[in-house]
C-alpha cells in the first residue's frame, strides 16, 4: 500500500515562497511519474505540474510556468514543488499524485493517477 503526506503549507504573502514535499512510504515511486495537483475553494481539482518517472521530462500548467517548479529525490523516496512569486489565485489545497503503472508517462488528469496525499492548504494573503 502505497501512502503519499504532503507538508509544506501554510499562509504566504503575496510574492512569498513555499516548498512542498511529497514523502512516499509503502514503495518507492523512482519508477512512477508524479504530479502535484490542486482545488481551490469553488472549483474543480487541476494538475499543477507533473514530472516523468525519470524526471527528465516535467509539466507545467500555464498559470504556474516560470513561477513553481517540481523535482523528485529518489534517494528519499519524495517529490517537492517549489513555489515562488505566489499569487493570492494560488490558494488552494494541494495534493501530490502518483501513477498506478511503472514507466508510464506524463498525463494530465487526474483520473490517470491512482495514489493521493491528503492535501495540504497553501493560503495566499496579505
Known amino acids: 500500500q502505497v501512502q503519499l503526506v504532503e507538508s509544506g503549507g501554510g499562509l504566504v504573502q503575496p510574492g512569498g515562497s513555499l516548498r512542498l514535499s511529497c514523502a512516499a512510504s509503502?514503495?518507492?515511486?523512482?519508477?512512477?511519474?508524479m504530479g502535484w495537483f490542486r482545488r481551490a475553494p469553488g472549483k474543480e481539482r487541476e494538475i499543477v505540474t507533473a514530472?516523468?518517472?525519470?524526471?527528465?521530462?516535467?509539466y507545467y500548467a500555464d498559470f504556474v510556468k516560470g513561477r513553481f517548479t517540481i523535482s523528485r529525490d529518489t534517494a528519499k523516496n519524495t517529490v517537492y514543488l517549489q513555489m515562488n512569486s505566489l499569487k493570492p489565485e494560488d490558494t488552494a489545497v494541494y495534493y501530490c499524485?502518483?501513477?498506478?503503472?511503472?514507466?508510464?508517462?506524463?498525463?494530465?488528469?487526474?483520473?490517470?493517477?491512482?495514489?493521493w496525499g491528503q492535501g495540504t492548504q497553501v493560503t495566499v494573503s496579505s
Open positions: 499524485a502518483a501513477k498506478g503503472v511503472p514507466y508510464s508517462g506524463i498525463t494530465y488528469s487526474e483520473y490517470d493517477y491512482r495514489y
Open positions: 509503502g514503495r518507492t515511486l523512482s519508477n512512477y511519474a
Open positions: 514530472i516523468s518517472w525519470s524526471g527528465g521530462t516535467t
